[in-house]
């Protein structure tokens, strides 16, 4: 909604706050499945029951608590200190504020809260509900007030952590049901906004209208990763499942690339077919669909031909990725006269590798180790730490080496790749 002052505004709705949060409700309470009101049936039905709203301090006060009451909504709020319950002294409640360099905002209040209940019922709907006001010392005085969302609240402890191996720390921060409801679905907010301003998206314009539209496409890019967080974490389909994902730096490149690729002519998405581009083709190409080919895309190499040669976990392919230095340990390849013991599998083998200077079986043509791969694994990154020779990195003695299963593999393959940030995805 855009904020300005000509929204109608109810008796007792004359701040800016309350009056979006009461527009809000009315808009969500058209969209509750299994109820029609008077000229709202046109409007898509999405939410099986009234859901629970958090809003911050701007949107606070009694009127809309009471408001939301009635219509049977769940709310939670921040409360500012000129609007805190009426009708109860300041005194029992954390209203002052901490003096600026204050030592003690830093510190952890380990007190119980200050819990005031009000069971209301509306004269005129018959709707009974519980208004929970909750009023504690964090680090300064802090006031969240609920309506139908607590059942009960009480003091705890929660631990805090950051950081890893050695520099991992552990802190206690106080907390208690009424701030960890609100912290706990107030973050998704924050989230979202991180995301979009990671979007890095805008343009310089002096029509006012520009702003809330570049919001939107991004607020769009951001919804559409969270789908695809969904769906790659296996939550819709299983077989849509992967063990790595884009992250949202690497979605948003890709979404990138296609934009500067779309061409509304192709007919690729829904709509583009009422696109005036496309509106003012003849007849005979506005039927066709997809994009069109040349004579000369049929001769070069493209990005659709790449993909479809690329070996991933789920089709077996021709390309495998760069192997040029892999070719350079190839053509060291020297052969022995005496046998030597494996640095993979601790066999004895005739040839090496002259780059490393390690023994290696590369593919015997006889014997009882006819076939062994040991040469590609003993360059594989993946098998880094499994081989013969890597058991002393890890405090073993070689005598206690022993051949690695499958999963033992795919096990080291993931700690690999983490420990290499590699966040190459496959197709």
């Not at 527009?23 to 969209?31: G, R, V, Y």
């Not at 200050?114 to 709907?125: A, K, T």
């Not at 659709?304 to 070996?311: I, M, T």
């Amino acid at each position: 909604m855009h904020r300005h002052k000509l929204w109608d505004k109810p008796a007792g709705f004359t701040s800016e706050g309350p009056n979006e949060a009461r527009m809000l409700i009315d808009k969500i309470d058209n969209m509750i499945i299994g109820e029609s009101k008077e000229g709202t049936d046109d409007t898509k039905k999405i939410f099986p029951m009234r859901p629970g709203i958090t809003f911050d301090n701007y949107f606070s006060g009694d009127n809309i608590f009471d408001y939301a009451g009635k219509k049977g909504f769940g709310l939670c709020t921040t409360v500012r200190r000129d609007r805190l319950p009426k009708g109860v002294p300041s005194q029992y409640m954390h209203k002052k504020t901490t003096e600026p360099g204050n030592q003690a905002a830093r510190c952890a209040r380990f007190n119980e809260p200050i819990v005031m209940v009000q069971n209301v019922e509306d004269p005129e709907s018959k709707k009974k509900y519980q208004k929970v006001h909750v009023s504690f010392q964090s680090t300064s005085s802090c006031n969240i007030q609920t309506v139908n969302m607590l059942s009960s609240v009480s003091k705890f402890e929660q631990t805090k952590e950051r950081g890893v191996g050695k520099n991992k720390r552990k802190w206690v921060i106080e907390m208690n049901d009424a701030r960890q409801l609100y912290l706990n679905t107030y973050y998704v907010i924050d989230r979202i906004d991180h995301y979009l301003k990671n979007c890095h998206m805008g343009y310089r314009c002096r029509k006012y209208w520009h702003s809330p539209k570049i919001h939107g496409k991004a607020l769009a890019v951001v919804i559409a990763y969270d789908i695809y967080l969904e769906v790659a974490e296996g939550d819709v389909l299983p077989v849509c499942k992967l063990e790595d994902y884009m992250s949202f730096w690497e979605f948003r490149e890709r979404l990138s690339e296609q934009q500067c690729g779309y061409r509304p002519v192709n007919k690729l998405y829904p709509g583009d077919e009422n696109m005036r581009v496309c509106v003012m083709q003849h007849k005979v190409r506005r039927e066709k669909r997809g994009r069109p080919k040349s004579d000369d895309d049929k001769h070069e190499i493209t990005t659709e031909k790449l993909k479809q040669a690329r070996h991933t976990k789920y089709r077996p392919g021709r390309l495998c990725g760069d192997l040029e230095l892999f070719q350079k340990h190839i053509a060291s390849k020297q052969n022995w006269k005496n046998a030597k013991p494996c640095e993979v599998c601790g066999l004895d083998t005739y040839t090496t590798c002259g780059l490393c200077k390690a023994p290696v079986h590369y593919f015997p043509q006889k014997g009882s180790q006819k076939g062994q791969s040991c040469f590609i694994d003993y360059h594989n990154d993946n098998f880094f730490g499994l081989a013969r020779k890597d058991v002393a990195l890890i405090g073993k003695k070689k005598k206690d080496w022993k051949a690695p299963t499958a999963n033992v593999r795919k096990l080291n393959r993931r700690k690999i790749k983490g420990i290499m940030g590699d966040d190459e995805q496959d197709d």
